[in-house]
């Protein structure tokens, strides 16, 4: 089992010093007989008893809201006090250059793959076109010359179908002897 044991802060048990009359607060300064403390307390013993009874209800009775009905964004703005201005500033900071940068990049590389895109499109679209145009007809020519060498084997001395007549149209007769 777990054992919770409460640690209480030497700065709280310690007596701090009343102001004297010639030191001045301002006005928004809470004297420590008007701050309630059990509406900062997180160790609050009506959590369980109240969240047993009324699951549906956002406060308890004594007008608390109970840990259990906070949500993550409540959660998250509450840790705003935790962090000293100088840190929110500096994290808020560097936050936004991040984003920024991150951005710039998005842009630059969009851009970037747009000019890449239409360039392969314009300029490398036609050139594998031709390129395939051009292997296609050297099959075609590779396959005719296989087909005639073909024919030559078969009948060594007859012209082939498909070679067209060299000389013209009488020229093959008149050299046979």
Do not use: C
């Not at 201005?85 to 900071?93: D, E, G, N």
């Not at 984003?99 to 392969?120: A, N, P, Q």
Request: charged content about 30%; glycine content about 6%.
């Amino acid at each position: 089992m777990v054992k919770l044991q409460e640690v209480e802060d030497e700065h709280f048990t310690q007596d701090q010093p009343a102001p004297t009359s010639t030191t001045s607060l301002p006005k928004d300064v809470l004297l420590a007989d008007d701050d309630d403390d059990m509406a900062y307390s997180d160790t609050d013993s009506s959590i369980t008893a109240s969240s047993a009874s009324d699951d549906d209800d956002d406060e308890d009775d004594d007008g608390k809201r109970s840990p259990h009905d906070e949500s993550l964004i409540d959660r998250l703005i509450a840790l705003r006090d935790i962090i000293p201005p100088q840190r929110r500033a500096a994290l808020s900071s560097s936050f936004q250059t991040s984003r920024d940068i991150f951005r710039t990049g998005l842009r630059w590389g969009g851009k970037t793959l747009w000019v890449v895109s239409t360039s392969v499109m314009l300029i490398g679209m036609p050139f594998a076109l031709a390129y395939v145009d051009e292997a296609q007809q050297m099959e075609q020519e590779k396959e005719m010359r296989m087909q005639q060498s073909a024919n030559e084997i078969v009948a060594p001395g007859a012209a082939s179908l498909l070679a067209p007549p060299s000389g013209g149209p009488g020229a093959g007769q008149g050299e046979r002897r």
